[in-house]
């Protein structure tokens, strides 16, 4: 069991690289964002909650995302074995306490936090360009201004914490999708030995 959380601001590439770390590494991926966007796609009445939060820039209140997230793992517990990427998650100090308790009582831990580092302007470009390509809700210029302040009050401190706890592997987010990867492999392999 080996667990990856993938770290970083909007539009950083979280859910690009998990791709690559699931190909490779054959990992168990959840992203907390595509479980919240199925949920709306659905209509259920977690989505209806969800999309309301989202479409605003903020995030799910945590008690109710931590259950969400737990509610995956239990379903999972054969890929769980197996080792997960956690992508999107966790998202405040609040959820980080949460997942190492999770973790704990399944006999695991965060192994690694990959931290992608893009500056704020290439950030806003990727997400606008991705609104027009995808039409997610979410990424137009009024919730991404939203969101980015979200991720530097509430999610970005965390990094101190995974960085005091040793995991922390910080990455240069820029530069082509292979040579992201290539480091990223490269902190993953080193905390494997
Ligand atoms: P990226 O582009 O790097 O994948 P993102 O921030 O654009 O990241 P998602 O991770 O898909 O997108 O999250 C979209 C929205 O879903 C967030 O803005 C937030 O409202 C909600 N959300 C996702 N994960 C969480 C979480 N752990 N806690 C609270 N809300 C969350
Ligand atoms: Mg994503």
């Given at each position: ?18 791709e ?13 964002g ?30 109710l995302?931590?259950?969400i ?9 054969e890929e ?9 998650f ?14 704990e ?16 302007a ?16 979410d ?30 592997a ?24």
């Amino acid at each position: 069991m080996f667990n990856i959380v993938i770290f970083g601001a909007p539009g950083s590439g979280k859910g690009t690289q998990s791709e690559y770390l699931i190909n490779h590494y054959g990992l168990f991926h959840i992203s907390t964002g595509d479980v919240l966007r199925d949920h709306i796609k659905r209509g259920t009445e977690l989505g209806k909650i969800a999309s309301s939060y989202i479409n605003d820039g903020k995030l799910i209140p945590d008690e109710l995302m931590i259950c969400i997230l737990e509610n995956v793992l239990d379903e999972h517990p054969e890929e769980e074995k197996k080792g997960v990427i956690f992508d999107g998650f966790p998202r405040t100090t609040e959820q980080a306490k949460a997942l190492k308790e999770m973790l704990e009582r399944r006999g695991g831990k965060v192994d690694v936090v990959i931290g992608l580092d893009v500056p704020e302007a290439e950030l806003i470009d990727r997400l606008i360009k991705r609104g027009k390509e995808s039409g997610r809700s979410d990424d137009n210029m009024e919730t991404i201004k939203k969101r980015l302040e979200v991720y530097h009050n509430q999610t970005s401190p965390l990094r101190d914490h995974y960085v005091a706890e040793g995991v922390y592997a910080a990455i240069n987010g820029t530069g082509s999708i292979e040579s992201i990867f290539d480091s990223i492999k490269a902190a993953v392999d080193n905390c494997r030995k």
